[in-house]
């Protein structure tokens, strides 16, 4: 079982910067492929970012490309999602997700990914 904590999610002005946290638990973090999903009240869940266990695979939704990175540190059990170049339609609430494995076919699925953070909430102002 694999539990996700995210946090730094906060309110910036358009074209702020924020960088989120997603801090795993267990073991063999290394073997985990992780994502960042936003979701905005009855919308459906988007990937933004995934990443390999390895960090050899990466994948950005064409919105964010340019502006948001995503990054992993193994020893650490954590992933961040730097974000820069913030605008009002990245708020959201945004979810860490985990899998076994990178998808590689289909990153951006939310029904591939197994286990769910709580959510931290962007907001980014005009």
């Known amino acids: 079982q694999v539990q996700l904590v995210e946090s730094g999610g906060g309110l910036v002005q358009a074209g702020g910067s924020l960088r989120l946290s997603c801090v795993a638990s267990g073991r063999s973090f290394n073997n985990y492929a992780m994502g960042w999903f936003r979701q905005a009240p009855g919308k459906d869940r988007e990937c933004v970012a995934a990443?390999?266990?390895?960090?050899?695979?990466?994948y950005y939704a064409d919105s964010v490309k340019g502006r948001f990175t995503l990054s992993r540190d193994n020893a650490k059990n954590t992933v961040w999602l730097q974000m820069n170049g913030l605008k009002p339609e990245d708020t959201d609430v945004y979810y860490c997700?985990?899998?076994?494995?990178?998808?590689?076919?289909?990153?951006?699925?939310?029904?591939?990914?197994?286990?769910w953070g709580q959510g931290t909430q962007v907001t980014v102002s005009s």
């Open positions: 997700a985990s899998r076994r494995t990178f998808p590689t076919n289909a990153p951006s699925s939310a029904r591939l990914y197994s286990y």
């Open positions: 990443i390999s266990g390895s960090g050899d695979n990466l």
